[in-house]
């Protein structure tokens, strides 16, 4: 079954830990990216990966970071978490035809507190 | 900075109407727009994609529409079914904005009820 996945579901973490969201697709997709949605402000753009080695932000890429070192696989980093971080996050992916992103796939969301 | 609105916000219909979901944005230089619906507590699932240079897509009883010059693209849904009842998103993909057309800007949706 083609899908994007996501882990864990739920974290709750402190201030300062270190902790990795991963995200894996097995849709063999070029484009890969990260949103977070929060109440109010709807979802936005963290960063986003046009193909392995190749990433770039998206609107709110402070205190993020992403690495692509598979096509698969596109985590996402929060080397020191802060309250503010605390949201629901989604993955998600696409091919590329001709350039041009084509629909994409979510997956099921990383919902995230920061204490 | 390319802004996305959808109007209303929400949006209550008895079973059976057609209605008809709007979008705007205020850079016409996009690469596509794509509308997306979210169940609660769910992810996105797509539902039409419209690349730059493409007037409408067609899906079941859904038709989106693109007028670029305008900055607008509106969501048809035909003979409504409660089982539509979730929120709407339209996101944009920006020549402007974020370097590539890899960023995706989002509308803060419309939530549709559908009443039996």
């Known amino acids: 079954e083609a899908q994007v996945t996501q882990n864990p579901r739920y974290l709750i973490t402190v201030t300062g830990k270190k902790l990795t969201v991963t995200c894996s697709q097995n849709?063999?997709?070029?484009?890969m990216s990260w949103y977070r949605q929060d109440p109010g402000l709807g979802l936005r753009q963290i960063y986003y990966s046009m193909n392995v080695e190749v990433t770039d932000k998206g609107d709110v890429p402070e205190g993020y970071k992403v690495s692509r070192k598979e096509k698969r696989n596109f985590p996402l980093i929060l080397e020191s978490p802060s309250p503010n971080q605390t949201s629901l996050y989604f993955c998600?992916?696409?091919?590329?035809?001709?350039?041009?992103?084509?629909?994409?796939?979510f997956g099921p969301g990383t919902r995230l507190l920061v204490l | 900075k390319q802004e996305v609105t959808q109007i209303p916000a929400a949006l209550s219909v008895p079973e059976g109407e057609n209605l008809v979901l709007n979008c705007s944005f205020t850079d016409s230089a996009i690469y596509n727009l794509q509308w997306f619906r979210q169940d609660p507590g769910k992810g996105l699932t797509s539902l039409l994609l419209?690349?730059?240079?493409?007037r409408e897509q067609t899906s079941g009883r859904l038709n989106a529409s693109l007028d670029k010059s305008s900055g607008r693209s509106t969501l048809y849904i035909a003979a409504s079914q409660p089982g539509d009842s979730a929120t709407y998103l339209c996101?944009?993909?920006?020549?402007?904005?974020?370097?590539?057309?890899?960023?995706?800007?989002f509308g803060k949706g419309t939530k549709l009820s559908v009443k039996p």
């Open positions: 998600a992916s696409s091919t590329l035809q001709q350039g041009l992103r084509e629909t994409q796939y």
């Open positions: 419209i690349q730059s240079s493409q």
């Open positions: 849709m063999n997709h070029e484009y």
């Open positions: 996101a944009v993909s920006s020549v402007n904005y974020g370097g590539s057309q890899g960023n995706l800007i």
